[in-house]
């Protein structure tokens, strides 16, 4: 998944560190300010907030600044109704200080989970359907032609809409292993698919998620 870490105070480097070793994309800050824009301005299926200092009142601000995002709490309190608090804000899950990383781990995967079996079709979240017999996709009503290498691109990155996808992942499965690496083919690809569904009025569609690849808006 990809993730947003956030904490109040120093950031947790092992964390963060067993997060990505897991396999999840994680954007760390230590800034909770910071951290709102990123949480409205991104597309996080999670974010995990490190917190010390009232975190039923942090757990409602980033609920509401990321409503498609599920919140996950690690704190300090042990006390019941407090963490009772924290779900009414809007946690969907709540861990004490020092959290145990194997079900921290199991938790983002049930919610993963519970995230896929709500999503639509992924063709429907892109508002969009690939035509293979014209080689383009129709986004809201309108037919954008792509060529070959850009049609097959663009199908993979709906087939895993809302999944950050690595420049060598794409390169490995639309070039593939025999091909000479050249990310900037990719890129170049990337740049064009970008132009056209901004043209298309579809601004915004693919994201580029700096350092770690690309992705299409799951909404």
Do not use: N
């Not at 709490?73 to 969907?92: L, N, P, Q, S, W």
């Not at 056209?196 to 909404?219: M, S």
Request: charged share 25%; with cysteine.
């Amino acid at each position: 998944m990809h993730l947003l870490y956030v904490t109040d105070r120093q950031i947790d480097a092992y964390v963060v560190k067993a997060l990505r070793e897991a396999g999840h994309v994680v954007e760390p800050t230590d800034q909770p300010a910071d951290g709102l824009a990123m949480a409205s301005a991104g597309d996080y299926p999670a974010m995990v907030l490190d917190w010390w200092a009232r975190p039923a009142e942090s757990a409602a601000r980033f609920a509401q600044a990321g409503p498609w995002s599920r919140v996950v709490v690690i704190c300090a309190i042990a006390d019941e109704a407090e963490r009772i608090e924290i779900f009414k804000a809007g946690a969907d899950a709540c861990f004490i200080r020092p959290a145990p990383f194997i079900e921290l781990a199991a938790r983002l995967e049930a919610l993963d989970r519970m995230i896929q079996r709500a999503r639509p079709a992924a063709s429907d979240q892109v508002a969009g359907e690939m035509i293979a017999a014209e080689q383009a996709v129709r986004l809201d009503g309108r037919t954008i032609p792509l060529s070959a290498r850009e049609f097959r691109v663009m199908s993979y990155l709906v087939a895993h809409a809302g999944e950050v996808i690595s420049l060598d992942r794409l390169q490995q499965q639309i070039w593939g292993d025999v091909a000479e690496p050249r990310p900037d083919l990719v890129q170049a690809c990337l740049s064009r698919l970008r132009r056209k569904l901004a043209t298309a009025g579809a601004p915004g569609r693919l994201r580029t998620v700096a350092g770690h690849g690309y992705v299409i808006d799951a909404r």
